[in-house]
């Protein structure tokens, strides 16, 4: 079955840094973009970056302090966070997605990791 299973999120101080990694199985990763999400208490679901095969975005948010990377032999897909902020404090979740043979979205998530930035 297909599994996305997050993990390096932790606690740690603004200012601070911390790598999330996501390990896909179950589906060619390859042939996926794949995202990092997040949800803050009380916010709604947040777009952190996507990635592609040749592209990469970002929230305004986290512009210039985040970085998504892929390795597609690891099947893995990571977020370097960088200068971490208490309003970076949020579960992360790792989305892939896709159109299949019929034009349908094929979508799966990670079950998530906590981040969480405070003195």
């Known amino acids: 079955q297909v599994q996305l299973v997050e993990s390096g999120g932790g606690l740690v101080q603004p200012g601070g840094s911390l790598r999330l990694s996501c390990v896909g199985s179950?589906?060619?990763?390859?042939?996926?973009?794949m995202s990092w999400y997040r949800r803050a208490p009380g916010k709604e679901r947040e777009l952190v970056a996507p990635i592609n095969s040749d592209s990469t975005n970002y929230a305004a948010s986290v512009k210039g302090r985040f970085t998504i990377s892929r390795d597609n032999a690891k099947n893995t897909v990571y977020l370097q966070m960088n200068s971490l902020k208490p309003e970076d404090t949020a579960v992360y979740y790792c989305?892939?997605?896709?159109?299949?043979?019929?034009?349908?979205?094929?979508?799966?998530w990670g079950q998530g990791t906590q981040v969480t930035v405070s003195s």
């Open positions: 989305n892939a997605w896709a159109i299949d043979a019929y034009r349908r979205r094929v979508e799966y």
């Open positions: 179950g589906f060619t990763f390859s042939n996926y973009a």
